[in-house]
């Protein structure tokens, strides 16, 4: 017997705030999705995340950016150089994980939107003498942490950086299993999450390869020689339930913005 | 070649009857390992005990009844618990063991659990004594008089790389370092202990923990040996799966002997019983490749029968019509309980005067130069089950067969005429 199909659900989606992207991906990615946000280094991967996030907290919204390489510090002190006025939201940092209760208390104080921001280099120091064994590990550490967020604050919006640096600190045995229960685990919970991918120059959107395929979406970063300069291009390499335009744009940062812009490349040369 | 000429061995009639569930019991919670049955106490009928996800020992009677449950949940440091996957932490992944552990003529319940704790409990499921490892405790533990003074000891391995061998009252006697986790069930051959390791080894230790040999196969050893007398003499053998997809057959000395190679890993212990009436013991155990596979002595396939997804549960094989033939019980990952004809069904494809028939020159009369046909495997009944069915047990007495299923549901099934 064939079933009817159901009526068809309204999307609703979080913008990507780069102008002229947004507009063409029907207004943001679907939320509930996990997309790879992929690119070599220095492409700003994490600064366009942060700026949703950031974006995001002065609608009053709560979100959960997990750092597992930069420093809380450092990833402040990096988004005031972009010029984002972090003192309209709170930033809160997770550094100890015995005081996440006292985060989740000053997150739920006040209207202000905020960002948590697990440091987990932070919290490793912290904790020198705690022994992992088949059923103890970080990712478990992470995966709760965004269980509490999502219980405690409704944190529906999470940031992974990087999926690299997680390898390493996971020491996956078997990453396709491993992959397949981590990306369940994210859409079980009903975040929308972005996942920074460090890529080198070989084409791949992901270190594993099998991210591509488990992901809803991939946004790609790449540079690009232009002239005598580097040029930052953004595509939507694939993005679920979601009509988009799939060409390579241009991306610039100025005034506090990012923008994507046809040309750069080759299309006005 | 061998020729068995199978025609003689066609002959297995229609059986009659169907399997009816007599009920169903809802333990709340996902089970992930077969059920132990075993009568508790002297004068008692049978008692049905299982391990829950959620860290729970329940005992239930044959109608269903709930007799006692032992809760092994633990309270955690908070910061211990972040670094735990919280919905499996207490689980209890492995079937109990049971055994008159200290001679009180009652059976205790032995049982490993995902935090790395040992509990043993006597029959009414009050804690006796617990002993806490550094891993997780994902196989059944063994209960035998390893070092002969009369007295059964507790072998297990955990998570923590160590096998550990404890006397009746949980004091450790020795612990043997195997530099990675064991997840295996380990079991006394002779005078070893053959268990199997997620570096893909089949390690062997004496009643002392020392280090007899080592099998390498290529991925994890998560199936518990058997060991048996599968040629009819006295020569006897350990067989064990691996998840590299194959089955190896050893001596007592880790030789191989041979190997068997399926499509997928397998994850649980063999079967070792005369199928066929020929005095010999046959190998009956399922694979990740869907398929229940019954063996000969040689490592030869007498025959498959294929499913619609994994079998990851042991099979048990059992006369459960009463009929004075076996057959296999195995469930499926894709929900179906399937009994099966232990001997298989024979399909003739030889066609008299045509087929594999040739003069041989100076022999004046036909000869049959391959097997007229090939024993596959035949299913007699099938039941559907509400779940992915983790594993079996079975009630001599009753003829009955009893289910876990993931869903947490246990299925108590009879044949009936």
């Given amino acids: 017997m064939v079933e009817e199909v159901s009526e068809q659900k309204i999307i609703r989606r979080i913008r990507t705030y780069i102008n002229g992207l947004d507009e063409h991906m029907e207004g943001g990615i679907p939320e509930g999705h996990a997309t790879l946000i992929s690119g070599t280094a220095g492409t700003m991967k994490s600064s366009v995340c942060f700026n949703i996030l950031y974006n995001e907290a002065l609608k009053g919204k709560k979100s959960l950016y997990v750092s597992l390489e930069q420093s809380y510090e450092s990833l402040v002190q990096h988004m005031s150089n972009m010029r984002l006025n972090i003192h309209r939201i709170k930033l809160l940092p997770i550094k100890d994980l015995t005081k996440i209760n006292e985060v989740v208390n000053k997150a739920k104080a006040g209207d202000t939107g905020s960002i948590i921001i697990a440091d987990v280099g932070c919290i490793r120091n912290e904790i020198k003498d705690i022994k992992l064994g088949d059923n103890r590990s970080w990712l478990n550490v992470i995966k709760n942490i965004i269980k509490k967020m999502k219980a405690d604050?409704?944190?529906?919006?999470?940031?992974?950086?990087?999926?690299?640096?997680l390898y390493v600190l996971s020491r996956f045995?078997?990453?396709?299993?491993?992959?397949?229960y981590l990306f369940e685990f994210l859409k079980s919970m009903e975040i929308t999450s972005y996942l920074i991918s460090e890529t080198t120059d070989n084409g791949a959107y992901s270190e594993?390869?099998?991210?591509?395929?488990?992901?809803?979406?991939?946004i790609n970063l790449r540079l690009t020689p232009f002239r005598r300069n580097i040029v930052r291009e953004i595509a939507i390499v694939k993005m679920r339930a979601t009509d988009c335009n799939n060409d390579i744009f241009s991306l610039e940062f100025k005034n506090g913005q990012f923008q994507a812009l046809y040309g750069g490349q080759n299309p006005l040369l | 070649m061998k020729f068995t000429f199978g025609l003689k061995k066609i002959a297995s009639g229609n059986k009659r009857g169907r399997i009816l569930e007599q009920w169903k019991f809802d333990s709340h919670s996902s089970l992930l390992a077969p059920p132990i049955i075993a009568s508790l106490t002297k004068n008692k009928s049978h008692s049905i005990i299982t391990g829950t996800k959620d860290g729970k020992i329940i005992s239930v009677d044959l109608d269903a009844n709930i007799e006692w449950v032992f809760n092994a949940k633990e309270d955690i440091d908070k910061m211990e618990l972040m670094f735990l996957d919280v919905e499996t932490s207490s689980s209890i992944q492995a079937s109990p063991n049971v055994?008159?552990?200290?001679?009180?003529?009652e059976k205790e319940i032995v049982v490993g659990s995902e935090l790395g704790n040992i509990y043993t409990l006597n029959s009414k499921g009050k804690l006796l004594w617990k002993f806490k490892t550094n891993g997780s405790i994902r196989g059944t533990p063994l209960i035998a008089d390893i070092n002969n003074d009369g007295k059964k000891e507790i072998i297990f391995g955990s998570g923590d790389k160590n096998?550990?061998?404890?006397?009746?009252?949980?004091?450790?006697?020795?612990?043997?370092?195997?530099?990675?986790?064991?997840?295996?069930?380990?079991?006394?051959?002779?005078?070893?202990?053959?268990?199997?390791?997620s570096n893909g080894e089949i390690t062997s230790v004496n009643n002392k923990g020392e280090l007899l040999w080592r099998f390498k196969t290529k991925a994890k050893v998560l199936a518990q040996p058997i060991?048996?007398?599968?040629?009819?003499?006295?020569k006897e053998v350990i067989i064990i799966g691996s998840t590299d997809n194959y089955l190896y057959c050893l001596d007592l000395k880790g030789e191989l002997i041979w190997s068997f190679k399926t499509r997928g890993a397998i994850y649980s212990k063999v079967v070792l019983a005369d199928i066929n009436n020929d005095g010999q013991l046959e190998i009956i155990f399922g694979s990740c490749d869907n398929n229940v596979y019954a063996l000969d002595s040689n490592g030869e396939i007498i025959w498959s029968y294929e499913t619609d997804f994994w079998i990851v549960a042991p099979p048990l094989v059992e006369d459960i019509d009463g009929d004075g033939q076996l057959e296999v019980i195995v469930g499926s990952y894709d929900q179906n309980i399937y009994i099966l004809d232990a001997r298989g069904s024979y399909k003739l494809n030889y066609v008299p005067g045509v087929s594999s028939v040739m003069q041989q020159a100076g022999h004046y009369t036909d000869i049959m130069t391959e097997e007229p046909g090939t024993i596959t495997g035949k299913k007699i009944w099938q039941y559907k089950?509400?779940?992915i069915i983790v594993g079996c047990g079975y009630i001599n007495e009753t003829k009955s067969i009893i289910v876990n299923t993931k869903t947490g549901k246990i299925n108590k099934l009879t044949h009936q005429d």
């Fill in chain 1, 153 to 165: 604050l409704n944190c529906d919006l999470v940031v992974l950086d990087s999926m690299s640096a």
């Fill in chain 1, 173 to 180: 045995e078997n990453p396709r299993i491993e992959l397949f």
């Fill in chain 1, 208 to 218: 594993l390869g099998m991210e591509d395929f488990l992901a809803d979406g991939i």
């Fill in chain 2, 99 to 105: 055994c008159d552990i200290n001679n009180d003529g």
């Fill in chain 2, 163 to 197: 096998l550990y061998a404890l006397d009746n009252r949980g004091v450790p006697l020795w612990k043997y370092d195997a530099k990675t986790e064991i997840e295996s069930c380990p079991q006394k051959v002779q005078n070893q202990i053959v268990f199997g390791c």
């Fill in chain 2, 227 to 234: 060991s048996g007398k599968i040629f009819g003499n006295e």
């Fill in chain 2, 385 to 387: 089950t509400e779940g």
